[in-house]
């Protein structure tokens, strides 16, 4: 059992995109689709004063309290054992609850198989004996770093302990993601600026919503109306004894 | 007692004589389609609650799901169970549909099912007579007002329930038809499920019902019931046959029989 994540230190990020690219060689993503990204956010402030520029790095966060999760319908999304957020394509009916209730963008309905499709750092590559991500493996400038949490000696590990963590959360919003910026912290305030996290992001499309708040309670309502009405009518009988059958 | 006995009408011999007797209800068919359907409707509903995998959306507890989940060794083989099933009912339905589109369909849509004054009344005495007021209740036709309901209800949820069903496993449509295809199917589900607990309730437990029980495994009823409960259809029926006899009594010589005899409703 483990518990994998990723540190991503924006201060040696390049923004040059080959995890990304590296990432969509993997997995064969579909054009205009995405499993990670490198966003560059433009220079912020006047010459001479603070000019401040990032990129925003980012995939699944692979969450420990996952709104996606929540918002399937029929369980093919799911936290497996060593901490990934995954799809089970078999499950899955492509009805992209998930993808809207997911607050960081991160997954998509596959146009090809339209089932839902993300990241899942890798898992077939590491079952096939990679140590690490497609993405992590790629970076020129080691700005990613994976490992398991639960390793003390493993590179991630020590990078978290030695250094200022944050992650992509606040206080209205925070699923606990498994994904570390490392850097300095205005990058991820600047990153949070450009892509506000609010609660309605975590949401599932209208029509779950209507079915957790109307229809949910209504058809438990007349079930349980239907339900009552016969048990009443089944004292009764009880009460009243039974007439002859016989004519 | 029952409700539409008429003390006045029939001599005690001629009620023993009407209670002997069989008369026939429905069609072997029917009594098919009915059997069929509760199966389906039985492993649809078990398989169908345990899909439903998140806790926002059932009020289902999870060692219900777990224990059919495991039954099935996993969700991926519930689900495909779910769909075989559901799509071989269909095409059963659709198959009854086609070939029986006049002797069955049409006539138990327009004919059998069309709710007059009477039922109306009907719906809200019956509650009443359960609860043990002495009420006597409007008379019916071959199926009554309650019945009627719940065939209507059930037709129009099942004409939701099974498109639906294509379109989330078969991805048809555009995404907002799959989002809302979800809870349109389980919405329709609950539905009939609210109807069906009435349904059983009434078939299987209550002592009037019986014989209308025992008409679903042989199709037939004893003409004293179907005059009491289904009056409407037990006068009609005797005046369809006392035609018959009456025609075939004029008919002479060889030639055409009259218009075979009349049919059971």
């Known amino acids: ?247 | 007692m029952s409700q539409h006995y008429n003390p006045d009408q029939f001599s005690v011999e001629v009620r023993a004589e009407m209670a002997r007797k069989l008369i026939k209800k429905h069609d072997v068919v029917m009594v098919t389609l009915h059997w069929f359907n509760a199966l389906v409707w039985f492993f649809e509903l078990m398989t169908g609650m345990a899909l439903i995998a998140s806790t926002r959306y059932t009020y289902i507890p999870s060692w219900f799901t777990d224990i059919i989940v495991g039954i099935f060794n996993g969700r991926t083989n519930l689900l495909y169970f779910h769909i075989t099933i559901g799509v071989f009912w269909s095409g059963i339905l659709v198959v009854y549909g086609v070939f029986g589109i006049r002797t069955y369909l049409t006539k138990f849509y327009v004919n059998d099912l069309r709710m007059d004054g009477d039922d109306f009344k009907w719906l809200v005495l019956k509650p009443l007579q359960i609860l043990g007021y002495r009420i006597r209740l409007p008379e019916q036709g071959v199926y009554n007002a309650g019945q009627k309901v719940f065939a209507w209800l059930i037709s129009i949820c099942i004409l939701l329930i099974i498109p639906t069903g294509f379109i989330m496993s078969f991805h048809l449509g555009p995404l907002w038809l799959i989002q809302w295809s979800i809870p349109m199917h389980y919405a329709s589900v609950m539905m009939v499920v609210a109807g069906l607990i009435i349904h059983v309730y009434m078939a299987g437990l209550m002592p009037e019902e019986r014989p209308a029980f025992f008409s679903m495994l042989h199709g037939k009823v004893n003409e004293l019931y179907a005059y009491e409960n289904h009056t409407k259809w037990w006068r009609q029926r005797r005046k369809d046959e006392e035609r018959f006899l009456e025609e075939l009594s004029q008919s002479e010589g060889w030639g055409p029989l009259p218009r075979g005899k009349p049919r059971n409703r």
């Open chain 1, 1 to 247: 059992m483990a518990n994998y994540a990723m540190a991503i230190d924006l201060d040696r990020c390049v923004g040059c995109g080959a995890c990304v690219m590296a990432c969509k060689a993997e997995w064969g993503v579909a054009d205009k689709h995405r499993r990670d990204w490198v966003i560059p956010i433009q220079p912020e402030g006047e010459f001479p004063d603070a000019i401040e520029s990032t990129f925003y790095v980012g995939l699944c966060n692979h969450c420990d309290e996952p709104s996606c999760v929540s918002a399937c319908p029929t369980g093919a999304t799911y936290k497996d054992i060593d901490g990934r957020v995954l799809v089970e394509s078999d499950l899955c009916i492509g009805c992209g609850y998930c993808v809207t209730a997911c607050p960081y963008g991160a997954r998509y309905l596959n146009p090809e198989s339209q089932k839902v499709d993300k990241c899942d750092f890798c898992k077939t590559r590491m079952d096939a004996g990679a140590k690490e991500p497609a993405c992590v493996e790629v970076c020129i400038s080691d700005a990613r770093i994976f490992g398991d949490l639960e390793d003390r000696h493993s590179e991630l590990w020590q990078n978290l302990v030695h250094h200022d963590t944050r992650r992509i959360a606040t206080e209205e919003v925070d699923l606990k993601p498994n994904v570390y910026y490392l850097g300095d912290e205005h990058h991820v305030r600047q990153i949070l600026a450009h892509f506000p996290l609010k609660k309605e992001l975590t949401e599932p499309p209208q029509p779950a919503q209507v079915w957790t708040r109307w229809i949910l309670p209504l058809t438990a309502a007349a079930i349980g109306l239907s339900f009552s009405g016969q048990a009443l009518a089944f004292f009764y009988q009880l009460y009243k004894g039974e007439p002859p059958t016989e004519e």
